[in-house]
Nanobody
Framework: EVQLVESGGGLVQAGGSLRLSCAVS????????IGWFRQAPGKEREGVSC????????YYTNSVKGRFTVSSDNAKNTVYLQMNSLKSEDTAVYYC??????????????WGQGTQVAVSS
């Protein structure tokens, strides 16, 4: 059974940091890319970042470049999203997903349940 489980969300003040984790199981890690998406209240879900598990290639949406870093620990089948200099507009439910490389949601076959990030100003 394919599973993706996010953790690490919480409440943080603007300017602070959080690290999200995505633990994956049930498929060959190296065959997929892992993407991070978020959905703010009243808004559509958007792609934030992704990492190719085969070669480590990464990609970020413009609004998080220089603030967020995606990484992986292949031995632990876990992908991380380090979020620094958080802003109130980063408040959202964050999801990880497994699929093809890119930020299009249609590329992803498997999704986690999400973890809430709230940034207070």
């Amino acid at each position: 059974e394919v599973q993706l489980v996010e953790s690490g969300g919480g409440l943080v003040q603007a300017g602070g940091s959080l690290r999200l984790s995505c633990a994956v199981s049930g498929f060959t890690f190296d065959d997929y890319a892992i993407g991070w998406f978020r959905q703010a209240p009243g808004k559509e879900r958007e792609g934030v970042s992704c990492i190719s598990m085969s070669d480590g290639k990464t990609y970020y949406t413009n609004s998080v470049k220089g603030r967020f870093t995606v990484s992986s620990d292949n031995a632990k089948n876990t992908v991380y999203l380090q979020m620094n200099s958080l802003k109130s507009e980063d408040t959202a439910v964050y999801y990880c997903a497994a699929g093809g490389y890119g930020l299009g949601q249609h590329l992803y076959d498997y999704w986690g349940q999400g973890t809430q990030v709230a940034v207070s100003s």
